[in-house]
């Protein structure tokens, strides 16, 4: 296979972290800049943090990766709405 | 009141473990029932969807679900349905259940829904076949969904979705991306239908609040944008049941 343009290496990059089944994340930013990956997003995990640095340095092997995505809370919520 | 905890797109999968649970443990002190707006897996796994089963398993109040986009990836979605219901949780695909909560007849119709975009750019089933089954299955899920409603006899109507029905609970997310969720033909069927509440979820950086054409109050659950185990919304039974009968302007 032919070297992929850098141009789009960064829509490469989403697309395998949506189908790689250790994320399937389909929110998460990712931008490239020289040998930088930038992701950003929402996830529901600490763990799925992590294990997006892991694959996105699988993928890119060499590239710094700076994982700037937000581990969404999940706890109860403060009040109620009364819905009219 | 009857207290409705929604939550949707709590995408769960290796490691979600107990996400939930230390918030589901007051719930049912502070809710009715539970609806859940899809998108329970990540890829669509009976593994994933045990792991989601293990937080509920036992919790007291009525549980009523819709699978979203990612519960059909692996195409077990009907294994995924079992796990729910084995664990007591009713899952809706174009159907309907109602549930007698403190005297008051709580009727939800639920369904995952689909795209097409919104009024003034919404997709056509004109050309290739493709095209024709993306707008067949959304014009399909709506039919069945202002069927399942119109049919309900309950003193509060609530539909359940993970595809959004309007624009405004979309505001956040890139237009680009609008018709792949939700479509208007979802608020069509439930204003031709009628409802108290429409819950949805899918829209991870949408916003929350949104009312159909006709003036029905929409919330965008998704977990990403409520930033909670869940939201509680509160509906008056008895006033609705008074609006209906032309009591309350």
């Known amino acids: 296979m032919s070297e992929r343009r850098a141009d789009y290496l960064p829509e490469h990059i989403r697309e395998s972290l949506i189908h790689d089944p250790r994320v399937a994340e389909q929110d998460l930013k990712v931008d490239v800049k020289e040998h930088r990956v930038l992701l950003g997003g929402n996830v529901a995990t600490p763990q799925l943090r992590e294990t997006i640095t892991d694959v996105a340095r699988e993928l890119l092997p060499g590239y710094e990766i700076v994982n700037e995505t937000t581990v969404v809370p999940a706890t109860e919520p403060d009040g109620e709405e009364p819905v009219t | ?249």
């Open chain 2, 1 to 249: 009141m009857i207290r409705i905890a929604a939550v949707g797109d709590l995408h769960y999968g290796a490691g979600s473990q107990d996400i939930l649970r230390p918030s589901l443990q007051h719930l049912p002190d502070r809710a009715d029932l539970l609806l859940l707006a899809g998108d329970l897996t990540r890829c669509g796994g009976t593994e994933e969807v045990r792991v989601l089963a293990d937080d509920l398993r036992g919790l007291s109040i009525p549980m009523v679900a819709v699978l979203g986009n990612h519960d059909y990836h692996a195409d077990r979605q009907e294994e995924v349905r079992r796990v729910l219901e084995d664990i007591g949780v009713t899952v809706l695909e174009g159907e309907a259940v109602t549930l007698d909560i403190d005297g008051a007849r709580i009727g939800i119709a639920g369904t995952k829904g689909f795209g097409g975009g919104f009024r003034g750019a919404h997709a056509s089933d004109f050309g290739e076949p493709e095209m024709k089954a993306f707008v067949a299955h959304t014009k399909m899920l709506s039919d069945q969904l202002e069927r399942a409603l119109t049919d309900l006899e309950a003193d509060l109507r609530i539909a359940l979705l993970h595809y959004s029905p309007i624009e405004t609970t979309l505001e956040g997310e890139r237009l680009e991306i609008y018709p792949f969720l939700g479509s208007y033909l979802l608020a069509e069927a439930v204003d031709n239908a009628g409802a108290d509440l429409i819950l949805h979820g899918h829209a991870h950086h949408g916003t929350e609040k949104g009312r159909t054409p006709a003036g029905i109050p929409v919330r965008n659950v998704a977990q990403p944008v409520i930033r909670h185990a869940y939201n509680v919304y509160t509906l008056d039974a008895r006033r609705q049941v008074m609006a209906a009968a032309g009591g309350v302007s």
